[in-house]
């Protein structure tokens, strides 16, 4: 028997080709597989004989259509997918077709891709398509480009045309964020600059199509970057509990130290579990489906996040993405999707739809609703503490699907611009901790003060008129023999908060130390007024719970235009002048209330009818006269 | 990571998808090479244990060295092992063509099986590269209850993320070994030391390059006697892997006929 082995383990990549439509697509791809020397024996010249007969002179983009027709009829051409070989390594080819259900076409291949050729006519220039093409790559995600200028003998490979097609394309792609890798003026039809170099453009200094193809990184197996691996089942089928999944990125040995997210469990891999191998294996890297067993038991279920301590996931309910709609019904504001993030599966809803973008004009609007094929920037709210990562960091745990239906209605990918990393808020760092009770109880501190203690939890945009009202419904309070205090935004920052800055996870641990200082004064029998900005629901639902029944979430209710108007502080001024930046209402979002406590609407109503109606309020469900069910005993 | 690691470890993950998502899951076993593949996959998705039912739908009409390897194999790795039988040719629309007839038996008697035992998911090892319409197919695939497939109206499946939720009612087929060609087959099946059926191998200059039941199964030209001789020879052929089954030459459309109704 002959020992066949398998030959020397080459690399492959995949890449998607893109274009207008009679750009020479087609002709390009011939060309590639021709002088890459990947076309099976006698295909160039059953071509030749084919274009003789018909009296025309040899085409390269029969090539294409004749091995696509091979495919079809199910004759194994080396494999199905393997298309072309350089000596580096093997390209699979994404076509992504210009027609109809191109969005969903590219989303299919061209989001699986790990580069992209974008084909250019250097005689007609850039186009239409290959600005929407160089676009929704952009959002796609894709990042290696090698815009290919194509046709450069139709304009005697003339450097200044080139030079101003290059200008113009990149100045495009500047505007909306993409750098192209490489721009290459090539001529398919002639093979210029394909493989070879082409001695009819001398003044072309950059590499062939080949060599930018072949010096793109292969980013499927992110090997190198942190370790994630979504858990996709424990199996007990013996004495062992195996813990499986996929691991999607970085590395993991055996001894190391992992932390579940979002459960924040810690365990040490004790064995990685293998069937049908000589040796256990020891250690295991990104695209390896294996299976682990713990130093000690945990309770882990599908869809936690394995990391290592150093680099973990980020843990949010709430988030930002870019997405692309597919089901025949739009997504709106307020609707409810199950969505698939790694191998977890929860609920979602729509908060909010900030941009959609037109496919076609690649126009941005404001809309309340996303159309089928079409892209939207949108922030979703799910039901529970979700693992996950940017998508530019870490692809395959940035990036979900949404399930409308029973059917995949969409995908998108992660920006956690402006919201915040909750791990910290909501993992205590401590331990051995036993809370003290207390002797004097709430109900005997209430028949001292007349009243209960309480949270009014102000919130609205900045100028609404929170530090105002908060200041006289004090002063209003204390006149009628409240124990009231007033903790606001500038003055906690000048002592308890004095090291917080900024930043997303800043402002957030900002109301988690307010929301915990309020539940204090609460507890104390004393009536809380916060007056923060306090934009983001998961802040105020968190402080919500820490202080427990007696929250009052009041919304401070004003539009940004109102707001604009007043602009006491000239914060709204320096915002818009790009002074100061994720400006609340401005640069960045807020959240209103969804069923607050007490809603007041300063635009509608003066201050006074205000104070009136926060005290009347306070009166109605804090004083003691007026709620009777409380056991005054002690 | 090889291109065989990468195909193994996706289909291990397909496999455990299924067991995860759907309810009751068994696998068909056609006794071929690539449902061989699949069981060995199986096996080390599950590390030494397949957890559902591998399944024959028996049309009683394979070759005896098929049987032969079914009943030793299916001791030997431990198999929850169903079969299920075909109903007489009687039973069968008599307007097809005579293979596509005999091969819309087993259609039918693999439906019968499904609903008697109420699958909610059969695996099957169908690849993209065998005919043009499987091409078409998704991992997971769902079908009416009928068994019905609607190939214009699937939605994508992109990222690694399959759909696994269904209305009640509906079965699913799951497919690992979609993305895979039949080299990859014979290069995993020789690197795992998998077990083959002899008839694969060429005797007297012919060989078996998919194995169905015998009436309606014919050998191909060849001298490829070692699994690296067919990979060899498949490196270079020009000949469908399927053209020794009869039933997709009757008619231009017998096989897309067959699918809709559910055939594998």
């Known amino acids: ?634 | 990571m090889s291109h065989l690691d990468e195909l193994e470890s996706e289909s291990i993950y397909i496999l455990r998808e299924a067991f995860n998502r759907l309810g009751k899951i068994g696998l068909l076993w056609s006794l071929g090479k690539d449902s061989n593949v699949m069981l060995w996959l199986a096996r080390k998705a599950f590390f030494g244990k397949v957890p559902f039912p591998a399944m024959h739908v028996d049309t009683g009409k394979k070759f005896k060295e098929m049987y032969d390897f079914r009943d030793r194999y299916a001791t030997e790795w431990g198999l929850n092992f169903l079969r299920g039988e075909c109903p007489p040719l009687s039973e069968i629309d008599p307007d097809l063509p005579p293979a596509t007839r005999a091969a819309a038996r087993k259609t039918e008697g693999l439906k019968r099986f499904l609903a008697e035992h109420q699958f909610d998911g059969v695996i099957a090892g169908i690849r993209r590269d065998e005919e043009a319409l499987r091409a078409k197919e998704r991992v997971f695939s769902p079908r009416q209850t009928t068994g019905e497939w609607d190939f214009r109206d699937q939605p994508p499946e992109f990222w690694n993320q399959y759909n696994t939720s269904f209305p009640p009612g509906v079965h699913v087929r799951i497919h690992p070994l979609l993305h895979w060609t039949e080299i990859d087959i014979w290069k995993y099946t020789l690197r795992e030391g998998i077990p083959v059926i002899p008839l694969y191998f060429s005797r007297n200059g012919k060989r078996y390059r998919s194995l169905g039941d015998q009436d309606i199964t014919h050998p191909v030209a060849s001298e490829a006697a070692t699994i690296p001789e067919i990979i060899r020879e498949l490196e270079t052929t020009t000949v469908a892997e399927r053209a020794g089954r009869a039933m997709d030459h009757e008619a231009e459309d017998s096989f897309e006929r067959l699918r809709a109704n559910g055939y594998m």
Not at chain 1, 485 to 491: E, F, I, M, P, R
Request: charged share 25%; with cysteine.
């Open chain 1, 1 to 634: 028997m002959t020992e066949y082995t398998e030959p020397l383990q080459r690399e492959s990549l995949k890449i998607a080709i893109v274009g207008h439509v009679d750009h020479g697509k087609s002709t390009l791809v011939g060309r590639l597989f021709h002088d890459t020397g990947s076309l099976p024996d006698g295909k160039y010249d059953a071509i030749r004989a084919m274009c003789e007969q018909r009296g025309m002179a040899f085409e390269y983009a029969f090539l294409m259509d004749a091995m696509q027709a091979e495919r079809d009829q199910g004759i194994t051409i080396d494999t199905a997918q393997i298309w072309f070989k350089t000596k580096k390594r093997d390209y699979v080819i994404i076509d992504a077709p210009g027609h109809t259900e191109f969005l969903k076409n590219m989303i299919t291949g061209a989001a699986s891709s790990e580069a992209a050729v974008l084909v250019i006519d250097a005689h007609e220039g850039v186009q239409e398509q290959s600005r929407k093409h160089g676009y929704l790559l952009h959002l796609l995600g894709v990042q290696q480009i090698a815009v290919a200028v194509n046709k450069m003998d139709m304009i005697g490979y003339d450097q200044g045309k080139f030079d101003a097609i290059e200008a113009e394309y990149r100045a495009y792609l500047a505007s909306i964020g993409v750098t192209p890798t490489y721009l290459i003026p090539v001529s398919a039809r002639e093979g210029d600059n394909i493989a070879g170099r082409s001695d009819n453009m001398a003044w072309y200094e950059g590499p062939t199509l080949v060599e930018a193809l072949d010096s793109f990184r292969d980013t499927s197996l992110p090997v190198d970057a942190p370790l994630r691996l979504p858990i996709q089942d424990v199996y007990k089928f013996d004495e062992r509990r195996i813990l499986a999944g996929r691991i999607e990125s970085g590395r993991l040995k055996v001894g190391d130290e992992l932390i579940f997210s979002p459960s924040n469990k810690k365990a040490r891999v004790k064995s990685i579990e293998a069937w049908s191998v000589r040796q256990a294996p020891e250690e295991a890297s990104a695209g390896s489906s294996i299976g682990i067993t713990l130093d000690h038991q945990l309770f882990i279920e599908r869809g936690e996040l394995a990391s290592h301590l150093e680099n973990p996931p980020l843990e949010t309910d709430v988030f930002t993405a870019r997405l692309f709609w597919l089901a025949h019904k739009p997504l709106e504001v307020g609707n409810r999707y199950t969505i698939k993030l790694h191998t977890g599966e929860t609920q979602v809803e729509v908060q909010e739809i900030r941009t959609v973008i037109n496919t076609d004009t690649l126009s941005e609007g404001k809309s309340d609703r996303l159309e089928r094929n079409s892209i939207g920037e949108i922030v979703l709210r799910a039901k529970k503490m979700l693992a996950l990562d940017s998508h530019d960091r870490i692809a395959a745990t940035g990036r979900f699907v949404l399930i409308d239906n029973y059917h995949i209605a969409g995908g998108g990918i992660i920006n956690m611009d402006g919201y915040a990393d909750q791990r910290d808020l909501i993992t205590r760092k401590s331990e051995n901790i036993t809370r003290v009770l207390h002797d004097v109880t709430e109900e005997a501190r209430a028949v001292r003060n007349g009243h209960i203690g309480g949270v009014l939890w102000f919130t609205g945009l900045s100028g609404s008129g929170k530090s105002t009202l908060s200041v006289l419904v004090e002063k209003r309070l204390f006149q009628k023999g409240y124990q009231s205090y007033v903790l606001d935004g500038d003055n906690i920052r000048h002592g308890l908060n004095a090291n917080l800055g900024f930043s997303p996870e800043d402002r957030a641990e900002n109301i988690r130390r307010i929301g915990e200082v309020a539940g204090l004064f609460s507890r104390a029998g004393m009536v809380a007024i916060t007056s923060f900005i306090s934009p983001y629901r998961s802040d105020r639902d968190r402080a919500r719970k820490t202080v427990g029944k007696n929250f009052h979430e009041i919304y401070i209710k004003a539009d940004v235009a109102a707001c604009e108007r007043r602009d006491p502080k000239g914060l709204y001024k320096k915002a818009r002048r790009g002074e100061i930046a994720e400006f609340t209402g401005v640069s960045a979002p807020y959240e209103a209330p969804t069923s607050p406590d007490l809603v007041v609407d300063t635009v509608a109503r003066d201050i006074d009818a205000c104070v009136e109606q926060i005290v009347d309020y306070i009166e109605e469900h804090l004083s003691t006269s007026r709620i009777r069910e409380l056991d005054y005993s002690i």
